[in-house]
């Protein structure tokens, strides 16, 4: 069964690297993707709630660029304009359908030992959503590139703690 469960994980992860190869130049539409999601959720079926969370957890860990990015050769430039695509189009949708789940639940009284486990799951995919370290828009970068540009001056920008 862990066997299972590792490979299923495994191959939507590989999924969720097509999905952010297409992203750019749309041959892959996110959005179809989680309108597939959103069907599998919708379903009430435990198991395709289960498969439903793991394909967006996937997408979630590859589109945030974090270690957990795969590297499949191509630039950070790119991997910042997937994450900053995928923040702007996907990333509330994911968030929507992921509290509409948890509210779900918690409307049951009382949750099996399998539909805890799939709430649990759903509470951890929240929790990477609301962890999300946000890119600035494009625009204020192509401000702040256009301002050093023109006054000949270097800009760095530091992260205060």
Known sequence: MALQKYVREQILLAVAVIVK???????????SVLHEVGQLISSGNPAAQTLACSILTALLSEFSSSSKTSSIGLSMEFHGSC???????????????????????SRRNNLSAHMSSVFQRYLALANQVLSWNFLPPNYILSETNTAAHHTGRVMCVTKSS
């Open 21 to 31: 190869r297409g992203s750019l130049d749309k041959s892959i539409s996110c959005k």
């Open 83 to 105: 994450k900053r695509l995928f923040q702007e189009d996907a990333l509330r949708q994911i968030f929507v359908m992921t509290m509409e789940v948890l509210q779900e639940f």
